[in-house]
């Protein structure tokens, strides 16, 4: 492998704090999984392909639901097919082995080389999801009765998961990984990660996205606050549209691209509004709401 699994420094696409950067190769180094919260849109998912970009190892990605259980990360027994090719096929159902497959922890384990398994939005699960995963994450094992066979990890997988806090996760759990919060990024980060995505947009209509961007965060009665993610879909839709950096702070263009709740553009249009009385502008009156 061409680079040291200790050391992640960021990538090109992907600018990283001091502390994230810290607790990436911390988890490495004590083989722990790195448990990322943070609220939607702040990077979290891009993180663990930033890790696998930097190390040159591969990405797997476990997608959690509401109903993903434990034991589909370690494998699953194809009983269905088997009672179909017993019935209809010409296989010897007797190797049960040929109906066993493996999850994405599963796959990690038999990897001939590390790789870099995200576990996404481990929260959306129940309660019960995270312990159910303690002693494979432990041990780097599993057994699958059906075949008698133990599948041991070949290289430990640098495990990523995420969590956007909608409940709260098992203390068990909590104790087994390294824990960081991804803070919201202030101005100076925001408009460096900007500029890694958009390095050619006018500097006047960045000040005055990011200027009316987070005054928009700052109204504490949003229902759902606009995201980094976002604001790149917004500075591209303004570059793209033709929107002269005058407009933005008074009007908020394409302003769909950035409020996804009916509730959310109708206080904004208030506080555009108040605003505009206050500063003497006629803001509020020309919200482009449809976009």
Not at 40 to 66: C, F, M, Q, Y
Not at 138 to 157: C, L, Q, W, Y
Request: aromatic share 8%; proline share 5%.
């Amino acid at each position: 492998m061409s680079k040291n699994l200790t050391t992640f420094t960021g990538t090109d696409d992907y600018i990283v704090s001091e502390d994230l950067r810290n607790s990436v190769n911390v988890a490495v180094a004590l083989s722990r999984p790195l448990l990322i919260k943070g609220e939607p849109g702040t990077g979290k998912t891009v993180l663990a392909r930033s890790i696998a970009n930097a190390l040159d190892l591969r990405l797997l990605i476990w997608n959690i639901k509401s109903t993903t259980k434990a034991q589909e990360g370690l494998y699953v027994y194809d009983t269905v097919q088997r009672l179909y090719d017993s019935q209809f096929g010409d296989k010897d159902v007797a190797d049960i082995k040929q109906y066993i497959k493996l999850g994405k922890l599963g796959e990690a384990f038999v990897s001939d080389q590390p790789v870099v398994l995200l576990i996404d939005e481990i929260d959306k699960a129940d309660l019960e999801f995270p312990n159910d995963l303690l002693w494979e994450l432990d041990v780097m094992n599993f057994h699958i009765p059906e075949t008698g066979e133990t599948v041991s990890a070949k290289r430990r997988p640098i495990v990523i998961i995420t969590s956007n806090a909608e409940k709260e996760l098992p203390d068990a759990f909590l104790r087994r990984c390294i824990f960081h919060y991804i803070a919201f990024p202030e101005p100076e980060m925001m408009e460096q990660i900007i500029r890694v995505h958009h390095p050619d947009l006018e500097k006047s209509l960045l000040q005055e996205a990011m200027k009316a961007f987070y005054w928009l965060r700052s109204i504490s009665s949003l229902q759902k606050k606009p995201s980094t993610s976002e604001l790149l879909d917004w500075v591209q839709a303004l570059a793209v549209g033709g929107i002269s950096p005058e407009q933005i702070y008074d009007e908020l263009p394409f302003l769909g691209t950035l409020l996804k709740k009916n509730q959310d553009f109708d206080i904004v249009l208030r506080r555009a509004h108040s605003r505009g009385t206050a500063e003497n502008q006629p803001a509020g009156n020309r919200i482009y709401r449809g976009w």
